[in-house]
């Protein structure tokens, strides 16, 4: 297989000038990753710092009413409130140890942005973060946050004023600040080697979930299932399971409203495999190749394309890429509210909301794990707005 | 000799700089930008860019990612750059050059692109997102119909990395003279004459600087040997037709 490149999809599609930076990444991955000071390191921030391990949690009400088990596992629960920070701290101590010492990120919901300033400030590095001007609007309170944080913020007016136009600012200021600056990609997509640093920072998710089922049922579960958005989540669970040929895995991407025509994020599901953010991955995009804004209730799955790694999984036939709706996200959202007494972010109540909207599809008796990749509060607002409360 | 390079180098052997304007397709209007090209052919350039335009332009400053985005509002597309230049072909002196990001010319196919762009009379591509390394379907696509993919290089572009690039590229190379996105700057970095000298050991092609240029004082400063062959310029360019000045006027103070 070519070098950065799952299948067909991946590579790194970015102006020469930031070659150098993502070779320099590269070698760092190699050299400084599998150390024995930079695992240490990195394992005592993950415990004692973010909270790991999460717990995996059994939904007994939900079960019962299912059919089958339905398992949880609860990175809702991390420092920060979603998995983000699995990846954040990795990426900010590797920068670290790399001689850099400050932080740029892109942030859509502003999860990731959080995180990567909560990272940057134990870590003593200075940091800055794009973020489109309409989704700072939306999102003030995770704006206040990074500033409290010790974070700049910079409103991205360029392009459509979102997750993809900071997506491209961050990586025009890579240009000029590559030099003293790691670029703290939040999700497993971009150009090579972000996939593979993003997965392998986010593969705690999985490991310790399988472990855990073992431990706490004896056996895999039959089904392990997911939200993809740029899909670091997915990709951080699924990784552990992949190569066991017994589990089904589902990813679920977000379909918006579901009314015809409407904005979506689905990217695998309904777009076309091009070029963005420096990889060849499926994007949603128009006949011209120009791309094509997204839209979905939950800000984190908002994005037109996604991780090359999904793409391959799913050419591969590995994985099925489903969709859930809004308002299928909604019931999930409030279900797990008054069941299981847990308020996930609407992220992860994509992920639920297949399960529970095509609970029939599901073998009576199995077991069902879904990465709860984030907590709630974050959505009240909109929550509440949508349901008129 | 590749076309491209020979009109570079047919400005040199007249003693002067050789003049690559860049502009948006569709800049400042659909109808005009036509106009545009013709004034800046018939002023003097030896190259034009054509900027094909792109929702997501990665390697733009403000001024460019402006007329792309109002480019495309005005439905401007590669297939209408086609047919707009089809329409016209033989009318250019200047060598012609396409300039935009891999996703739509990858949606076009890079095949049928090949010869549509060789069949309308364009002479060369530069795309800012296709490093080497992931160039080697468009090189192929391109040579096999006598285009040239001009590579990219900058000041962080190590003699290593030049040197992939001047084993498979003609016509010529284009420096990048700041670490940074296009758009005017006052002066030159200091490091440009690093890359410049660097660019001038490994590559036998002629060479274009771009990126920050605004005025040909600018050049004046470098020493006499690391002078580019050529000068690129588009945001400065862009913001004089924008304030409603004459296209050839831009030309005249570079050819003056």
Partial sequence: ?389 | MHILEKKIRDAAAEGRTALIPFVTAGYPTPETFWNVVTELDAAGSDVIEIGVPFSDPVADGPVVEAASVKALENGVTLHGIIEGLRDRRGAFRAGLVLMGYMNPFLQYGLEKLARDAQEVGVHGLIVPDLPYDEAADMRAALSAHGLALIPLVGPNTSEERMKLYADVSDAYVYVVSVMGTTGERKSLPPEVTDVLSRARRVFSLPVALGFGLRAPGQLAMLPDDLRPDAAVFGSALLRHIAEGKAPADFIRAWRA
Wanted: proline content about 5%.
């Fill in chain 1, 1 to 389: 297989m070519k070098k950065g490149y799952f299948g067909d999809f991946g590579g790194r599609f970015v102006p020469e000038l930031l070659m150098p930076p993502l070779m320099e990444l590269e070698e760092a991955m190699k050299d400084i990753l599998p150390s024995e000071t930079f695992r240490k390191e990195l394992d005592d921030l993950l415990k004692n710092y973010a909270g790991r391990e999460t717990p995996l949690t059994f939904c007994p009400g939900l079960s019962e009413k299912l059919g089958f088990e339905l398992w949880l596992k609860r990175e809702d629960l991390l420092h920060t409130g979603a998995h983000k920070i699995n990846n954040t701290l990795g990426q900010a101590l590797l920068a670290k140890h790399m001689g850099k010492t400050s932080l740029i990120a892109e942030t859509g919901a502003g999860q990731h942005g959080v995180a990567t300033a909560a990272a940057a400030a134990r870590l003593g590095m200075k940091c800055t973060v794009y973020m489109g001007a309409e989704d700072a609007e939306r999102q003030s309170a995770n704006v206040r946050r990074m500033r409290l944080l010790g974070a700049d913020v910079v409103a991205v007016e360029s392009g459509s004023r979102t997750l993809k136009d900071a997506i491209n600012a961050a990586l025009r200021a890579w240009i000029s600040l590559q030099k003293t600056t790691h670029y703290c990609f939040g999700t497993a997509a971009g150009p090579y080697p972000f996939p593979d640093l993003v997965r392998e920072f986010q593969s705690v998710i999985g490991r310790e979930a399988r472990a855990q089922m073992l431990e706490r049922t004896g056996s895999l579960p039959d089904y392990v299932v997911a939200a993809v958005g740029g899909g670091s989540n997915a990709i951080g669970m699924f990784s552990a399971f992949v190569p066991d040929a017994s589990v089904k895995i589902i990813g679920v991407e977000a379909g918006g409203t579901g009314e015809p025509g409407c904005m979506h994020s689905a990217a695998i599901n309904l777009g076309r495999p091009g070029v963005l953010h420096g990889e060849y991955t499926m994007l949603l995009q128009d006949d011209d190749g120009q791309i094509l804004p997204s839209g979905s209730i939950s800000a984190g799955l908002d994005y037109p394309g996604v991780g090359p790694e999904h793409a391959h999984l799913a050419a591969a036939g590995r994985v099925k890429y489903a969709v859930a709706y809004d308002h299928e996200a909604l019931d999930a959202f409030q279900t797990l509210c008054r069941v299981e007494g847990i308020l996930p972010a609407l992220e992860s109540s994509h992920a639920l909301a297949y399960v529970l909207a095509h609970a029939g599809d599901f073998e009576p008796g199995s077991r069902v794990l879904v990465n709860l990749s984030g907590r709630g509060d974050k959505d009240m607002d909109i929550v509440e707005k949508a349901l008129g409360l």
